[in-house]
């Protein structure tokens, strides 16, 4: 069965601009979870999508978004880029029950 | 809500020479308990779940387990390709869906 796979792998965008990663869940897995990784703050939630529906969300300001469609696959947007985005954003899919996730390579963004 | 506390934050072992990692939480109805593996820039990898106080899962030299404060990830014999970070993260009945994680375990496993 193939894995959780993200898109792209490594990003550089200067600041102001906006990005869109993608993510591909574990095939039957409905639940789609985002995490940004840095070395100050280490992993933390950023939202959930479960069936097209955003279920939960971190405390992140509203530059950040996401989407879920009807296939599961999933998209995170963040707008006017700041410096401190850089960092390792991370999908991770599951059943949806509170149950494992499991996670993807992971997205590079680095903001210059 | 939720809080995960991992110790130590760094450990250096010699090969062959076991040890444990501790995970500390605080939650509000445990749905589960995770362990991964990471190493540098790639996602976590899946290890353990465990879901209440007295579980005990092993793979290979790991097992993982679990009391009502607390998990422990226990190294037999450790090989230097065990050396990554390892990660906790908990989810309750509170955190809707999410995983609140600790900063994680450094383990360097020398030759």
């Known amino acids: 069965k193939a894995g959780v796979t993200q898109t792209p792998r490594y990003l550089i965008k200067t600041r102001g601009q906006q990005v869109t990663l993608s993510c591909s869940p574990i095939?039957?897995?409905?639940?789609v979870s985002w995490y940004q990784q840095t070395p100050g703050q280490g992993l933390q939630f950023l939202f959930e999508?479960?069936?097209?529906?955003?279920?939960n969300k971190g405390n992140f300001p509203g530059r950040f978004s996401g989407r879920q469609f009807s296939n599961s696959r999933s998209e995170m947007n963040v707008s006017t880029l700041e410096l401190g985005d850089s960092a390792l954003y991370l999908c991770?899919?599951?059943?949806?029950?509170?149950?494992?996730?499991?996670f993807g390579p992971g997205t590079r963004l680095t903001v210059l | 809500e939720d809080q995960v506390t991992q110790s130590p934050e760094a450990l250096r072992l010699q090969e062959g020479e076991s040890s444990s990692l501790n995970c500390s939480y605080t939650?509000?109805?445990?749905?589960?308990l995770f362990w991964y593996r990471q190493d540098p820039g790639k996602g976590p990898e899946f290890l353990f779940t465990?879901?209440?106080a007295g579980e005990e899962k092993e793979k290979e030299r790991l097992k993982a387990t679990l009391t009502k404060k607390e998990s422990f990830l226990h190294i037999t014999a450790p090989k230097p390709e065990d050396s990554a970070t390892y990660l906790c993260?908990?989810?309750?009945?509170?955190?809707?869906?999410?995983?609140?994680f600790g900063k994680g375990t450094l383990l360097t496993v020398n030759p």
């Open positions: 991770a899919s599951g059943t949806g029950g509170g149950d494992t996730q499991y």
């Open positions: 095939s039957g897995h409905r639940s």
């Open positions: 999508y479960f069936s097209e529906t955003q279920r």
């Open positions: 939650v509000s109805g445990l749905r589960g």
């Open positions: 465990l879901y209440s």
């Open positions: 993260a908990v989810n309750s009945g509170g955190s809707n869906y999410k995983l609140t």
